[in-house]
């Protein structure tokens, strides 16, 4: 519950900020202030994204990729002014009629890149709900649904093992270690084995943006001094808050989670139940 929590706090904490520099005073409640004027406590496709992939695993009781491309398009459909560009593209290139299993590839090629950030930011769900040897095929997967790249991919693994872990009671410092072990890509590693040796950098980037929100996490105390270093940071701040929210959330569970923040985020109720659901059904299906 304070994973997929903790991704929408952060994420409506950070949308009114998006893409500006670090703003002068640190942002310690939710208001629809700053360049982007959002309603305060309102969301994003960070957190429409992760809906989405969470009601597909409880409704198909694991992950099928026909059902949650469809949910994704549908969110894409009713709210395209959040989406990303690589997403965006992908769900376009899909409603004119391209094969889902070909359109992630094609955008990577016309573009010349995938290496956003759009997959690591709604990857929670899937760390709240498998464990073991699923976790990370289903991450890799899921991320290369709209993001061909395979640094994207290896990123949100990386995020989705540590929630997944942290979810099921381990520390932070042993669930980043075990992160760390089952990465295969020696960028990722270079750069998150050794976080605190580069000034996080918020940038679109897969892998910048998960240092970032890594870093943070990391060095705080609670889930309050996470979510506003992330803010802090500027650039990509929704999702560089979603990111370091859900591993917050994962590792303090919703009690950590500041009760003004939580009483003024949009569908908090609903959110919050999505994720008991997500661990009802994956415990029912053994994935402890």
Not at 97 to 106: K, L, Q, V
């Amino acid at each position: 519950m304070g994973a997929i929590t903790g991704l929408a706090i952060g994420d409506a904490m950070g949308a009114p900020f998006e893409g500006c520099p670090p703003p002068q005073d640190p942002i310690t409640e939710m208001h629809g202030k700053g360049p982007r004027m959002r309603i305060a406590g309102h969301y994003t496709d960070d957190t429409l994204q992760a809906i989405a992939v969470s009601t597909s695993l409880i409704q198909c009781r694991g992950f099928s990729p026909d059902d949650l491309l469809q949910r994704l398009i549908i969110g894409y459909i009713r709210n395209p002014e959040y989406y990303g560009p690589t997403s965006g593209a992908v769900f376009d290139l899909v409603q004119s009629g391209t094969p889902p299993e070909r359109a992630a590839e094609m955008v990577h090629t016309q573009k010349g890149t995938s290496r956003s950030n759009g997959s690591v930011m709604r990857g929670a769900p899937v760390g709240i709900f498998f464990s073991g040897p699923a976790l990370r095929e289903v991450s890799i997967r899921c991320s290369q649904l709209t993001h061909y790249d395979q640094t994207a991919a290896e990123c949100s693994a990386f995020v989705n093992q540590m929630v997944s872990d942290m979810c099921r009671g381990f520390s932070r410092t042993w669930s980043f270690s075990r992160a760390l072990n089952r990465c295969h890509d020696d960028e990722v590693i270079r750069m998150l084995g050794a976080y605190h040796r580069y000034d996080p950098e918020p940038a679109l980037d897969a892998l910048l943006t998960t240092h970032a929100a890594l870093t943070v996490f990391m060095d705080s105390r609670s889930f309050e001094e996470t979510i506003v270093r992330a803010i802090s940071l500027g650039g990509d701040t929704d999702t560089i808050g979603a990111i370091a929210g859900t591993l917050a959330g994962a590792w303090s569970g919703t009690r950590g989670i500041p009760c003004r923040w939580l009483v003024n985020l949009e569908d908090c109720g609903m959110i919050t139940s999505l994720g008991a659901r997500l661990w009802m059904v994956s415990q029912s299906l053994g994935y402890r």
